[in-house]
């Protein structure tokens, strides 16, 4: 099946500081997906980005499709943006990469 | 707003006592899911309806059973839960197999 990597397992960051995240997948896909996990454990939609770059506020996401990657982007991180981020992919069915843990200190 | 609820949000249950954990949807989307997140890993996908077809996934154990009545319902069965099955389950919905997967807050079960 599809596998999926994202780097780097754990970030920590100082408030302010800006931060990219990334997700390599093995094959082409028909979708992809980014979530926040908050400590409650819920997933949050951040984007759906099979292709292209979007923003969202302070976070935007690039996916090049034909290059099998995407990027997170968050800017002028704060502390409510800790969590895990997980990227997801689907082909046949969603796959989801093992996360980056990210810490943001006051 | 439209949603997928979830409920109830713990459940604890005994070694080898059936338990249904179930999920709702507003937003009329014909695909449901469910997934298993355990502790520092990833959701991992249990099985899916796309309307009224059930697809499991391969490796996904026997003792897990799913049912959906109805297009806004959709119920994860665990016969005889483990001490392994305690995790976070997360029920997901799209309008289809490969677009937006909106997730619901989660059970999360504890089995003693």
């Known amino acids: 099946g599809i596998q999926v990597e994202q780097s780097p397992p754990d970030l920590i960051l100082q408030e302010g500081a800006n931060s990219t995240l990334r997700c390599n997948f093995s094959?082409?896909?028909?979708?992809l997906q980014w979530f926040h996990q908050n400590p409650w454990g819920q997933l949050i939609n951040l984007f759906y980005?099979?292709?292209g770059t979007k923003q969202n506020g302070r976070l935007s996401a690039t996916t090049v499709a034909t290059e099998r990657y995407s990027l997170l982007y968050i800017s002028s991180s704060q502390t409510t943006d800790s969590g895990v981020y997980f990227c997801?992919?689907?082909?046949?069915?969603?796959?989801f990469g093992a996360g980056t843990r990210l810490t943001v200190k006051p | 707003d439209a949603m997928v609820i979830q409920n109830p949000r713990y459940q604890v249950t005994q070694f080898g006592k059936p338990v249904t954990l179930s999920c709702s949807q507003t937003l009329n989307h014909n695909v449901m899911y469910w997934y298993q997140q355990k502790s520092s890993q990833a959701p991992k996908l249990l099985f899916h309806?796309?309307?009224?077809?059930?697809?499991n996934e391969a490796d996904t154990p026997d003792n897990f059973q799913s049912r959906r009545p109805n297009t806004s319902f959709c119920f994860l069965d665990i016969r005889s839960p483990g001490l392994g099955d305690a995790a976070m389950y997360l029920c997901a919905t799209s309008r289809g197999p490969t677009q937006t997967q909106y997730f619901g807050p989660g059970t999360r079960l504890l089995v003693l």
């Open positions: 094959d082409s896909v028909n979708n």
């Open positions: 997801a992919v689907v082909s046949n069915d969603m796959r």
């Open positions: 309806y796309y309307d009224k077809d059930f697809n």
């Open positions: 980005i099979p292709s």
